[in-house]
C-alpha cells in the first residue's frame, strides 16, 4: 500500500512537472503597435522588441505599422486580437485617446503595456517610459554649467505649440538656465523633430543673431541638422550644441568632442526591454508595477563612449 501511494505522489508529481512545464513551452502572441515606423526611434524600439522576444523560442510577435493613420491602427488592434494575441505592446505616440480599441482589448481580457508616451483616456496594465521634465532639467543643469551664466541660448522647438513632449524639455531646461543670467532665444519657427527642419531654423537663426553661445534642440534629429548649418556658416567654434534621445549619431558626435556636448537620453531599447519583460509577467500573472520611469541619464564625453550602440537604428 506505502509503494502504491508512492507510486501515486510520485506520478502526480510528474504531472504537474510536465504540466508547467507545457504551459512555460506552450506559444505565446504578442501584438506590437506602432503608430508609424517612418522615424528611426520607433523602428528602434520595434527591433528592440523583437530581439528580446527571439531570445524566447516560444513567443511570436506581430508587428502592426499604422502608418500615421489613427483609423489604422485602431483596425490594426482588432486585427490582432482576432488573431488570438495573448497580450499588446503599444507605442502609439502622440495619440491622446483611443476608447474604441481600448474597450476591445479589455472586454478581451489581454494585458498592454504602454511603452514610450502614455495614452490619456484608456485604461492599460503598464506604462514604461521617461520623464521628459526630469531628463529636460538634466540637460539644462548640463547647459547651464557650460555657459557660466554668460551668453545666448537659442532653443529649438520641434512643434506643435501644444505638443506635451517638447514642452515638457524645453520647460525642464529653462527651470535649470533662465535665473542664471544667460539670455534665451526661442526660434519663432518648428524644426519638426526632423534633420532637414534643423538645417532650415538654424540656417535663418544664424542668418538674424550674430551671437549665439549654444543650442539646445528638443530632440537630436533637429539639432544635427543644425550641426551642418553651423559648420557650413563656419561657427562650429563659437556654439555648443545640446540635444535630446541619445540619438546614435548624436552619442558619436557627443564621444569625438565635437561642439555637440551632450543629449538626455530617452532610449528606446532600454524602455523596450523593460515593457516586454513587464508583458511577460503580466501573461504569468503576476503584477508589475503601473508606471515605470526610466532613471535619467545626462550623455556627455564623460559616458558617451559606453552608451553608444553601433549596432542601433537610431
Known sequence: MKLFLKWIVGLAAALVLALSSH???????????????????????????????????????????????????????????????????????????????????????????????????????????????????GVGEAIAKHMGGRGVLMMMRGGPEDNSTG??????????????????VIAPEFGKWAEDGGIRVMEDMLAKHKLIDALFCENDAMCLGAQKAIADAGRSREISIFGFDGQKAAIEQIAKGTNYVGSGQNSPDVIARIGFEHLMTLIAGEKVPKDTVVPTVVITKTNAASLLNPASPF
Open 23 to 137: 504551459a512555460q513551452e506552450r506559444e505565446l502572441k504578442i501584438g506590437v503597435v506602432t503608430l508609424q515606423m517612418r522615424a528611426p526611434y520607433f523602428v528602434a524600439m520595434v527591433r528592440s522588441l523583437e530581439a528580446e522576444a527571439a531570445k524566447r523560442k516560444n513567443v511570436k510577435v506581430f508587428v502592426a505599422d499604422g502608418g500615421g493613420d489613427v483609423a489604422k491602427v485602431s483596425s490594426d488592434i482588432e486585427d490582432l486580437l482576432a488573431k488570438g494575441v495573448d497580450g499588446l505592446i503599444m507605442n502609439i505616440s502622440p495619440l491622446e485617446a483611443l476608447p474604441g480599441p481600448m474597450a476591445a482589448i479589455r472586454k478581451a481580457g489581454k494585458p498592454v503595456v504602454l511603452v514610450n508616451r502614455k495614452l490619456k483616456g484608456g485604461e492599460y496594465d503598464a506604462w514604461v517610459g521617461v520623464d521628459n521634465y526630469a531628463i529636460g532639467t
Open 167 to 184: 514642452n515638457a524639455r524645453r520647460d525642464g531646461v529653462l527651470s535649470k538656465v533662465k535665473n542664471t543670467g544667460a539670455q534665451v
